[in-house]
Every structure is written in structure tokens, then in C-alpha cells.
């Protein structure tokens, strides 16, 4: 039951119920799209916002990465270490903190993420696009979906 008006009278009133259906149906998406580039959604995730780091001269460590991913941070440990594997990222020690170890994506890995982003946003702009030709702007649903991210934590 609401508490910011009427009570919802069921499924087909409740915008929770709607966002489940809608997030169901862009993993499917983006599953299928990342699946010939042999990536899962998190290791696109992971490689893609460890790339980003990179590309603005930043070498994370796991938590940093996890951090810019919003992943838990044992699972991105275990996802870096199939990316490690992949030969798409690299671990050094961190010089400050031998315990710590940074990640740096390989050039193969920098291909791949820049492939694999390119492909994520023709379609995520495909999902969109019914929100989108409704004249209601990209920026208008992400900054949305931002505030709905970043509600919990005030």
C-alpha cells in the first residue's frame, strides 16, 4: 500500500511491479547482446567501468572498481579473476600497498570493452527508444534513474 496517495489496486498500478518487468526485460537484452562477445553483464560491467578508470588515468583496485560498478565486493573479486584469466585484465601490486593490487585492462580487453560498449548502447537506445520518441529526453530518464539509485542513500 502507498502512503503518497490512493492505494494501488493491484500489479498494474504499482510503477515496482512495472520496473521489475521493465528490468527483467533489458538483461534479457543485454544478455543476448553481450553473448557472442563472450561476455556476462557483470564482466561487461566490470571490464567496461575498469576500461573507463583506465582511460581517465586511474588504476583501481578491486573496491574502487566496485565501487564505479556498484557491485558487491567479493563477487568482483571473483569476476576479475575471470577476466584475469580471460587475458582481458591485468593485477599488479600496488606499490603503496603490496597487499592491494590494481587493475589494468589489456589491449585486447580495451578492444573488447570498446566493442562490447558500442553494442550495449545501440541497445540500451533500442529499449529507450519508446520512452525516448515519447519526448522524453535520455538525459531526462537517466537523471530518473540516478535519483531513484541515489534515494536510499540520504
Known amino acids: 500500500m502507498?502512503?503518497?496517495?490512493?492505494?494501488?489496486?493491484?500489479p498494474a498500478d504499482s510503477p515496482g511491479?512495472?520496473?521489475?518487468h521493465a528490468t527483467l526485460r533489458w538483461q534479457r537484452e543485454i544478455?543476448?547482446?553481450?553473448?557472442?562477445?563472450?561476455?556476462?553483464?557483470?564482466?561487461?560491467?566490470?571490464?567496461?567501468c575498469a576500461w573507463w578508470l583506465n582511460d581517465h588515468g586511474r588504476l583501481p583496485n578491486q573496491l574502487e572498481l566496485a565501487r564505479q560498478a556498484g557491485t558487491d565486493v567479493k563477487m568482483t573479486s571473483q569476476v576479475v579473476?575471470?577476466?584475469?584469466?580471460?587475458g582481458l585484465l591485468e593485477r599488479e601490486t600496488d606499490p603503496d600497498d603490496t597487499r592491494a593490487r590494481?587493475?589494468?585492462?589489456t589491449p585486447e580487453g580495451a578492444e573488447l570493452a570498446l566493442r562490447a560498449i558500442e553494442r550495449v548502447e545501440r541497445a540500451d537506445a533500442a529499449f529507450f527508444?519508446?520512452?525516448?520518441?515519447?519526448?522524453?529526453?535520455?538525459?531526462?530518464?537517466?537523471a530518473l534513474l540516478r535519483l531513484l539509485t541515489q534515494s536510499g542513500n540520504t
Do not use: N, Y
Open 2 to 10: 502507498s502512503t503518497d496517495g490512493p492505494p494501488i489496486e493491484g
Open 31 to 48: 544478455a543476448a547482446t553481450l553473448a557472442p562477445l563472450g561476455l556476462t553483464h557483470v564482466q561487461f560491467v566490470l571490464l567496461s
Open 102 to 105: 590494481r587493475l589494468r585492462v
Open 81 to 86: 579473476r575471470k577476466l584475469e584469466a580471460k
Open 17 to 20: 511491479f512495472w520496473l521489475w
Open 129 to 142: 527508444r519508446p520512452a525516448t520518441s515519447s519526448s522524453t529526453s535520455t538525459e531526462r530518464i537517466t
